[in-house]
């Protein structure tokens, strides 16, 4: 287990406390095509519509909190599922980056819920939502880049997926 993996589970989690599709979708969206049936595959395409649809019912006023229970369970559980995929992909120990994946996730979560509490007042509601989506999208794309030791979509060298 690294440091690097803990901190690209915990960076994944905060995506997902943020959008909550990020946590899952991001994996998938770099995985290797046989993973995905094919390099534009139906998990790639249902992963992109998550996402996609996630970032426009954000803007809508009827849209929850995400910190009210249903959601806020979906955030942590996305974190933690992103985190132990960036795990398996990596070879190291799913429990410990699931864990930092789901305190990602309520990071985010809450940072989100605390920014856009502060910053709509100032600036509108749209333009703190969409500095939010560039934030949220940029570390999730930081958190699944390929690395030397854990190549972006491909099992660990030794032991294959199920090591």
């Known amino acids: 287990m690294t440091a690097s993996l803990l901190l690209r589970a915990a960076l994944l989690g905060i995506a997902a406390g943020g959008r909550s599709s990020l946590g899952l979708a991001a994996p998938a969206l770099t995985a290797a095509p046989a993973l995905t049936a094919s390099p534009g595959g139906p998990v790639r395409w249902a992963a992109l519509a998550a996402v996609a649809g996630e970032l ?4 809508l006023p ?3 909190d995400r910190t009210m229970p249903p959601s806020f ?7 933690a599922a992103g985190g132990a995929l960036l795990a398996r ?8 980056a699931a ?5 990602g996730a309520t990071a985010g979560a809450l940072g989100g819920l605390r920014w856009r509490r502060w910053a709509a007042p100032r600036l509108g509601p749209l333009r703190p939502a ?6 949220v999208l940029a570390s999730a794309a930081a958190a699944v880049r390929a690395t030397p030791s854990a190549p972006a979509g491909l099992p660990p060298a030794a032991g294959g997926w199920g090591a």
């Open 56 to 59: 426009v019912a954000d803007k």
């Open 73 to 79: 369970a979906f955030r942590l559980l996305s974190g």
């Open 130 to 135: 969409l500095a939010e989506d560039v934030l």
């Open 89 to 96: 992909r990596a070879g190291g120990s799913a429990v410990a």
């Open 62 to 64: 009827a849209t929850p």
């Open 99 to 103: 864990l930092a994946g789901a305190a």
